[in-house]
């Protein structure tokens, strides 16, 4: 079975700290994600990427960034974080692209609150 | 650009009465459709897909969804949930070509005994 890691399952941070977020797989996959969960809105992807060193936005990129230095290792990044940042992240991974047949993996969540 | 539309977002249900998860969906381009399960406590994962072939796409534990071209609906379908049914349902949406999954705002199902 895939397994997908977030490093921390909940985090509290205070406003203009920088904050990393981790996610771990462990199956080669080429695809990884990073979605925000907030009630309501359902999934909103923040940025994939499809290949080592290589990213793209998503469709709410504002105040991240992320990095993939590694395969298997997709982290997050709150340069400097706010408030509306407050919610639950969800990292995925897929071994191709979700219009290839190939399902996404998630992890279990990292739920961060800046205070 | 596509976006999807869950229209409700709770559905109180019975157990052993049947339920219907409505999503709709906005695309100028052809485009594969999932749905996603969410379990308390646990991450999402995928519980049946539409990418061609038949319109009427089954789950192992007793789901179903119809893909409707012409009304642009990919509707879930329990004919009698389980306690064990209890969760977040999403529905998503990939272009053909595309590379990243958009999803709805969930349907939170809540079968009472």
């Known amino acids: 079975d895939v397994k997908v890691t977030q490093s921390s399952r909940y985090l509290v941070k205070r406003t203009g700290e920088k904050v990393f977020l981790e996610c771990v797989q462990d199956m080669d996959h080429e695809n990884m994600f990073w979605y925000r969960q907030d009630p309501g809105l359902g999934l909103r992807l923040i940025y994939f990427?499809?290949?080592?060193?290589?990213?793209e936005k998503g469709d709410i990129p504002e105040g991240y960034s992320v990095s993939r230095e590694k395969k298997e290792r997709f982290s997050l990044i709150l340069e400097s974080a706010s408030t509306n940042q407050t919610s639950m992240y969800l990292c995925?991974?897929?071994?191709?692209?979700?219009?290839?047949?190939?399902?996404?993996?998630f992890g279990n969540g990292t739920r961060l609150t800046v205070t | 650009a596509q976006s999807v539309t869950q229209l409700d977002s709770q559905v109180p249900v019975f157990e052993e009465a049947p339920v219907e998860l409505r999503c709709n969906y906005s695309s100028s381009v052809s485009v594969y459709l999932f749905w996603y399960v969410q379990y308390p406590n646990q991450g999402l994962q995928l519980l049946l897909k539409?990418?061609?072939?038949?319109?009427l796409v089954e789950s192992i534990n007793g789901f179903e969804a119809e893909f409707n071209k012409s009304q642009t609906s990919f509707h879930l379908r329990k004919p009698s949930v389980h306690i064990s049914d209890t969760a977040e349902y999403f529905c998503?949406?990939?272009?053909?070509?595309?590379?990243?999954?958009?999803f709805g705002g969930g349907t939170r199902v809540l079968v009472k005994p």
């Open positions: 990427s499809y290949d080592v060193k290589m990213k």
């Open positions: 998503a949406v990939t272009k053909a070509a595309g590379n990243k999954l958009t």
């Open positions: 995925a991974s897929s071994l191709e692209a979700p219009a290839n047949n190939s399902p996404l993996h």
């Open positions: 539409y990418l061609s072939g038949s319109t």
